[in-house]
């Protein structure tokens, strides 16, 4: 029933009284559901407003700008602005770090976000979404030094998406399990609708870009071609496929009901080093995935204990049921 399930805050509440989650970071959660709220409402006007389209600019990655990324990105912005612990944002949108504290002092937070993940549905009315993530500075740092920005995954103490979909739905983890939670239409309330998600250790669906075949590296190749082989091939059973544009549905599957998503570096994207981003795509969906079972892997090694670079840096991806990615891993130790 509707008025059984948790709302986030008394879900938030709990956290702080159970786990110790600052009141702070609550706020600062509330903050970025707001943030997801308006979002979801400019995106199901859109059409109307002319905002599905791009924009005149570019962004740093040289990818156009919709107006709606803009406006996604503002709004996290300015929600988040609410919060006097937040010492600096990393935003997929905007090229230079974010500095909201002239002396960002030890327990301080830094979020990074990409306000609107696949916006490229927004045309063909697909979903999209919002991806985030929090670290708290174990020490005090300097405002503007970029290199203290630069934390590996493993010091995430939050990390969450919205979709924007048939329903809005925020789906978070705090270090203690993944939680998902839905946006009621008429009070404006996210209420809990699975807490605890786990991805199936198996799973016999895949999600890539199939279309990217001949620049894959040998091991992924050899993973797919197994997968395409069905019941004759090695796996013995036959797979199915899925490939959505945006990665937070693609991850919500894996998590509602297993499998495995991929996007490796292959001949075409090697330069850059893949094609998604590791501060504010792979890390917060690599915690999500691991606080549910599953593993997060760039084929090698596991994403959190990358050691950013640089606030754009991009990494080879692969997340999902444990026995899927684990094979994955093998295929590339035995032919690197
Ligand atoms: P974006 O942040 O510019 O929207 O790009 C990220 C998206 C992911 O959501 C999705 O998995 C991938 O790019 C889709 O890539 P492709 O264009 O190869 O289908
Ligand atoms: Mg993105």
Redesign the pocket.
């Known amino acids: 029933m509707f008025y059984d399930r948790l709302t986030l805050r008394r879900f938030l509440l709990q956290e702080y009284r159970t786990h110790g989650v600052e009141k702070d970071l609550v706020f600062l959660l509330e903050d970025i559901a707001t943030a997801c709220r308006e979002i979801s409402f400019a995106i199901r006007n859109g059409a109307f407003f002319g905002t599905l389209g791009s924009a005149a600019s570019k962004n740093v990655q040289g990818?156009t700008q919709k107006e709606l990324d803009i406006f996604a990105n503002d709004q996290f912005v300015s929600h988040i602005r609410n919060c006097s612990r937040v010492a600096a944002l990393v935003s997929?949108e905007v090229e230079e770090v974010i500095w909201l504290k002239d002396s960002p002092a030890a327990g301080d937070y830094i979020v990074y976000f990409?306000p609107l993940?696949?916006?490229?549905n927004l045309d063909v009315n697909l979903s999209v979404g919002s991806i985030f993530s929090i670290v708290q500075l174990p020490e005090a740092i300097e405002a503007g030094d970029v290199a203290s920005v630069l934390r590996p995954g493993t010091e995430q103490i939050c990390a969450g998406y919205s979709i924007y979909g048939p329903a809005t739905t925020l789906v978070i983890t705090l270090g203690h399990g993944v939680h998902e939670f839905v946006n009621h239409l008429g009070t404006g309330e996210f209420r809990i609708v699975s807490g605890h998600m786990k991805v199936a250790e198996e799973s016999a669906e895949f999600s890539i870009?199939a279309s990217?075949f001949g620049d894959w590296d040998a091991p992924v190749r050899r993973y797919i071609e197994e997968c395409l082989e069905g019941e004759a091939g090695p796996r013995r059973k036959r797979f199915g496929m899925r490939?959505s544009?945006?990665?937070?549905v693609?991850i919500h599957r894996i998590l509602t009901r297993g499998g495995v998503f991929l996007?490796p570096e292959d001949r075409d994207n090697r330069a850059t080093g893949g094609?998604?981003r590791l501060l504010y795509?792979a890390n917060p969906m690599g915690f999500l995935i691991e606080q549910a079972g599953g593993i997060a892997s760039t084929g090698r090694a596991r994403i959190l204990e990358v050691q950013p670079t640089s606030i754009h840096q991009r990494t080879p991806v692969v997340l999902g049921s444990r026995s899927e990615v684990l094979r994955i891993e093998d295929h590339h130790t035995q032919m690197d």
């Open positions: 990818e997929e990409d993940d696949g916006s490229s870009n990217r490939w544009g945006s990665m937070v693609d996007y094609k998604l795509e």
